[in-house]
């Protein structure tokens, strides 16, 4: 994949995708295929799957990403009939529909949780063998309600968040192995995951992304992601890596921040670079240390977050 900001180009590369036979990651797919890469288009939804693969001349697996097995078979199918593994799109998401309230549904609780954050997990442990033979990346599809609070939706809002904690922490670790994780992070997009409420977005005010302008943040995460970011997506926006507030540990008595093995604090101390000149610098704010007596040596504090609009999803 070319330098930072330049085209993209796949030709060679094997993809797999999850949740591809609709939305976001048949998007997601198509974009891949049409820029040379062999796309394994892996879902439940059988029919509309091998509609995808079959219009991006790639190969259909069904897979429910809650069975690791599946997983597991997805990644095997890439390297039958392609010859390994470079990019995992682990896509497939659902809403919840529920609160903690009266409405509680148990069995929705782990399904939700099983697709959304279980899948995640699942299609990491199965691509990673295959991407560290010869360097790759892992992208997963989080969501703006994994960065922000999200009282219409809790859970969703939780397993999301999950999903961006697991990249963060992953990002590192991996990278060692020659593999980029990423997470993707945005807010309203065009699919039928929104179809409930789409009118309700609309008559709010709230922008609703085409497919077009998620993929896009996909393609331009695979060619600058840096290991353990999370872009966020977002209307009007040129998408970027969230920069996460400068947390108050782990520090030792007298303030020096403690560093880990693989050192995950130092990932998110990376200043986004605007991808477009028209990005105003105002928009980036350095933020204040929490407390006046902790030392931020070796920490940027700089908070380029230019989409922490707490409005929306
Ligand atoms: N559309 C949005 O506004 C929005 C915003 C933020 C994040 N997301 C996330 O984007 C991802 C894609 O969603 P979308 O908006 O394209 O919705 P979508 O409903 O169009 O696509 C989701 C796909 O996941 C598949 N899927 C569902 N359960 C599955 C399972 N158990 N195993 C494998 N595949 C399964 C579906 O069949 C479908 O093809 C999800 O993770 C979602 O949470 C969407």
């Known amino acids: 994949m070319s330098a930072r900001g330049g085209a993209v180009e796949f030709s060679g590369k094997v993809a797999l995708v ?50 690791p097995r599946h997983s597991e078979a997805a990644v095997a199918v890439a390297v039958e009939r392609f010859g390994g593994l470079d990019i995992a799109v682990l896509n497939a998401g659902i809403a919840t529909g529920f609160t903690l309230g009266d409405d509680f549904d148990p069995e929705r609780y782990r399904t939700v949780m099983g697709i959304n954050l279980d899948g995640v997990v699942y299609g990491v442990h199965a691509a990673l063998p295959e991407l560290k033979k010869r360097g790759g990346h892992i992208v997963a599809t989080a969501s703006m309600a994994g960065l922000m609070a999200m009282p219409m939706d809790p859970v969703y809002g939780a397993n999301k968040a999950a999903v961006v904690g697991l990249v963060r922490g992953l990002g590192p670790v991996l990278a060692a192995d020659g593999v980029t994780v990423n997470a993707v992070c945005p807010s309203f997009a065009d699919t039928a995951i929104i179809t409930g409420f789409k009118s309700t977005l609309e008559s709010a005010g709230m922008p609703v992304m085409s497919v077009d302008d998620v993929v896009d943040a996909f393609v331009a995460v695979l060619r600058d992601g840096q290991p353990g970011e999370c872009w966020f997506v977002q209307a009007g926006r040129p998408s970027a890596p969230f920069t996460f507030p400068n947390p108050p540990g782990p520090r030792t008595a007298t303030g020096e921040r403690v560093r880990l093995g693989h050192d995950p604090i130092a990932t998110d101390a990376k200043t986004a670079e605007p991808e477009t000149a028209d ?17 931020t040596t070796g920490d940027k504090t700089t908070d380029s977050n230019t989409t922490a609009t707490p409005e929306e999803h």
């Open 279 to 295: 990005v105003k610098t105002a928009d980036v704010k350095t933020a204040e240390p929490e407390t006046a007596d902790v030392k």
């Open 18 to 67: 999850t949740g591809a036979a609709n939305g976001i990651g048949a998007g997601v797919a198509r974009r891949l295929a049409a820029a040379g890469a062999s796309v394994v288009v892996a879902d439940v939804d059988d029919e509309r799957g091998k509609a995808v693969a079959d219009e991006v001349g790639g190969v259909f697996a069904h897979c429910d990403v809650r069975d």
